[in-house]
């Protein structure tokens, strides 16, 4: 497999870099400007949505646009992904209303759901095997670079710029890799009659969003034993097992059920998810504890996510290099005893730790979780049709925005949850954990200066508390990783090897 004659192989490669870097630098950008957005629009009570609704979007995207570049080429569907990609970014830097910006977000969403797995597909398409290792580990390198320099990168706007720059920078980027991919990008496409699993894409899309509104709203807005939730959690199964029926039947299913017939195919995603999940924990809950406990700046509460992003940079290469000399599992059997570890330290911080020590415990973190972004790309794709490459990569970003979506939920109630109780114990005050219950007032300067020194004190250590446990509870995640990892057998990358005999590719 090879570019054609008038295609430019390093400006391909660089524009899909550039069309990766945006789509997963936006699921995290705005942790650590969301307190000043909040000052300006308002709507305090729908802060998580800002969050939520790129995730939810982005996950409902990815299968659908993984399918359509199956069928008629990559290059129509990047294209239309990130023009759609610059459209809501625009949106966003011109929202007046928390409403607004959340709709916004959501239409940047649907367009990063299109960049990620077709970017993934077509290094599959250009490269041979014994390049795609070194290629995934780049390009992983890019993903996981990006989850965490979203969090700098938002902070710095914020801080000496302003916060619609964080969505406006999305524009001069985005037409650039536009222009390298339309003019750097050829592909042969053989267009096909296939048709669109509708029904199973809203019915997926309807359970994505049944399952984040039960959790997202449960503990908080609504007891967890309410009729609200309760509803919510069976809506979803409902849709769940309703959309598993019509997948089995469908013609052309969105999600292909007999892949997970394949036991590597089924760990691939298993991993993916959990990572995805461990990966938003750091991302969210780091920046949260420098600006909250250690009264830092959006700017240093961004920063200390450099060794973390370091680490997956680094990880995400060496994996990357060593799958052609190791199986699939031998791999990740490193990196997830690094997950381990890494999780078991972070779960063990508090009011009392040191910076230096935060910052050794992140650098394991990024050492762990890189390897997970090239090594899930190819395992998933070992021995698969050539026809559905589109459709798995999509699979295994799908896994693990949803993992980092349900993480977001999930952590959130856990912290919440455990900043209510840490503040009640200690202050016996249940009015005082009410109000602070949301860490996100307490990193409001005006809200801080009422605060008594002594009583203050007390909540910034319930805070650091609270943050550990969300900690502690990635170590499960972890422990789960490990079981998907032991799945994956002795399979390794076969290099040199043949498509499948009939299986032509979409682009060359």
């Not at 199986?327 to 730790?353: E, H, K, P, Q, W």
């Amino acid at each position: 497999m090879s570019l054609t004659r008038k295609s430019n192989p390093t400006w391909t490669v660089v524009g899909l870099m550039l069309g990766l870097l945006l789509a997963a630098l936006d699921q995290t950008i705005v942790s650590t400007a969301m307190p000043t957005i909040v000052s300006k629009l308002g709507g305090f009570n729908q802060y998580v949505w800002v969050f939520s609704a790129y995730l939810i979007a982005n996950v409902a995207a990815m299968p659908i646009f993984g399918k359509l570049s199956d069928m008629y080429g990559r290059k129509l569907f990047f294209i239309i992904g990130i023009i759609v990609f610059m459209i809501g970014s625009a949106l966003c830097g011109t929202a007046s209303s928390m409403t607004q910006l959340i709709v916004y977000r959501a239409i940047q969403g649907i367009g990063g759901g299109a960049l990620m797995p077709i970017t993934f597909a077509i290094i599959f398409d250009i490269f041979p095997p014994e390049k795609r290792g070194k290629m995934q580990g780049l390009f992983g390198a890019v993903f996981g670079l990006s989850s965490v320099l979203g969090p700098i990168i938002g902070a710095y706007f914020t801080d000496y710029v302003t916060w619609e720059w964080i969505f406006f920078i999305n524009l001069p980027l985005g037409i650039v890799s536009l222009l390298l991919i339309i003019f750097a990008y050829h592909e042969t496409v053989e267009h096909s009659k296939a048709k669109i699993d509708w029904s199973g894409t809203i019915l997926l899309t309807a359970a994505i969003v049944s399952l984040m509104f039960a959790l997202e709203l449960g503990g908080k807005d609504y007891a967890w034993a309410s009729w609200q939730i309760i509803s919510l959690f069976a809506g979803f199964a409902v849709l769940l097992a309703v959309f598993l029926t019509v997948e089995k039947f469908a013609a052309e299913p969105i999600v292909p059920l007999d892949l997970f017939k394949n036991r590597l195919f089924t760990a691939s995603m298993g991993v993916s998810f959990a990572y995805g999940a461990v990966l938003i924990s750091g991302g969210t809950y780091i920046p949260l504890f420098i600006q909250g406990v250690f009264e830092g700046s959006a700017t240093s509460a961004g920063s200390t996510l450099t060794p973390m992003m370091l680490g997956v940079v680094v990880s995400s290469a060496l994996g990357g290099r060593f799958i052609g000399k190791f199986s699939y599992r031998n791999v990740m059997l490193v990196s997830v005893a690094l997950l381990i570890v890494a999780t078991s330290l972070l779960g063990s911080i508090s009011f009392d730790s040191k910076r230096w020590v935060i910052t050794t415990f992140m650098i394991l973190m990024g050492l762990s979780i890189g390897a997970c972004f090239p090594i899930t790309s190819m395992s998933a794709l070992h021995k698969v049709d050539f026809r559905r490459r589109g459709t798995v990569t999509s699979l295994v970003s799908f896994f693990r925005s949803v993992g980092s979506a349900i993480g977001v939920a999930v952590f959130g109630s856990i912290q919440v949850n455990s900043l209510r109780d840490n503040i009640t114990q200690t202050l016996q005050d249940p009015a005082m954990a009410e109000k602070f219950h949301d860490a996100r007032a307490l990193l409001q300067p005006q809200v801080r200066a009422n605060i008594p020194p002594d009583v203050l004190h007390k909540l910034l250590i319930a805070l650091a508390d609270s943050i550990a446990v969300v900690f502690q509870t990635t170590i499960v995640l972890a422990v789960i990783g490990l079981a998907f990892i032991l799945l994956m057998g002795n399979a390794k990358l076969e290099v040199g090897k043949a498509p499948v005999k009939g299986n032509a590719p979409v682009g060359h």
